[in-house]
C-alpha cells in the first residue's frame, strides 16, 4: 500500500468514511489480518490524488461513483495478490450492492439532479456517523442495515447473544440519529 498522505483540505478527503464503510463490507473475510479496510481506502484516495484532471467540474455523485470504481480495482487487486490465479467479479457487485443499500436508507424514486447532489451529501454524512460509532455498535448496525442480516445471524457472527445485538442495534440507531441531527443543527445553525 501506499504511504503517500492526502492533503487533509481536499475535496477527496471528504468521501473517506464512505469509502471506508464499503471496503470494511466487502473486504474478504479471509483478508481480514492482510489488508485493512483503511489501507485499500488510503490507496484509493491517493490514487484518485494522482488522476484529480479527471474529476475536476463534476458532481459529487460523479466523483464517488469514480472513487468506488477506483476501490474496487483495488480491492481486486488485493484479492488477486493474496488468491493467485482466482478472478472473482463477484466484488464488484458487491461493493455496488452496498453502495445502492446505503442510497435505499435515503430513499427515494425519481431524483432531479439537485437531489441526487443531496442524497450523496447525506450518504457522506450518514458514513461519518457511522464511523463515529463505537465499535461494536458500528459493526451491528452495519451488518443490520447494509448486508440485511437478521439479529440472530448478527448473534452468530459477532459472539453476542440476541438480546445484545438488539440492545447494540438500539443504542447505535439512538446515537446515528443524535449525530446526524448534530451535523443538520450544524448547517442550519444561527
Do not use: C
Amino acid at each position: 500500500m501506499s504511504s503517500a498522505a492526502i492533503p487533509a483540505g481536499s475535496h477527496l478527503e471528504r468521501f473517506r468514511n464512505y469509502l471506508r464503510l464499503l471496503a470494511r463490507q466487502q473486504l474478504d473475510p479471509r483478508l481480514a489480518g492482510k489488508l485493512d479496510p483503511s489501507d485499500a481506502v488510503q490507496e484509493t484516495l491517493v490514487k484518485a490524488y494522482q488522476n484529480l484532471a479527471n474529476i475536476e467540474g463534476r458532481s459529487d455523485a460523479e466523483v464517488a461513483a469514480w472513487l468506488r470504481r477506483i476501490l474496487v480495482n483495488s480491492l481486486t487487486d488485493t484479492a488477486r495478490h493474496f488468491h493467485a490465479g482466482q478472478r472473482s467479479i463477484d466484488l464488484e457487485v458487491s461493493i455496488e450492492t452496498s453502495s445502492v443499500r446505503l442510497e435505499l436508507l435515503l430513499a427515494g424514486s425519481d431524483v432531479t439532479p439537485a437531489e441526487a447532489l443531496q442524497r450523496q451529501e447525506q450518504l457522506i454524512e450518514l458514513a461519518n456517523a457511522l464511523a463515529e460509532l463505537p465499535d461494536d455498535q458500528q459493526v451491528v448496525v452495519e451488518l443490520k442495515h447494509l448486508q440485511g442480516l437478521t439479529v440472530s445471524e448478527i448473534g452468530t457472527q459477532v459472539g453476542r447473544s440476541r438480546a445484545s445485538v438488539a440492545g447494540l442495534l438500539r443504542r447505535g440507531l439512538e446515537r446515528l440519529r443524535e449525530l446526524l441531527e448534530e451535523t443538520t443543527d450544524r448547517k442550519t445553525g444561527p
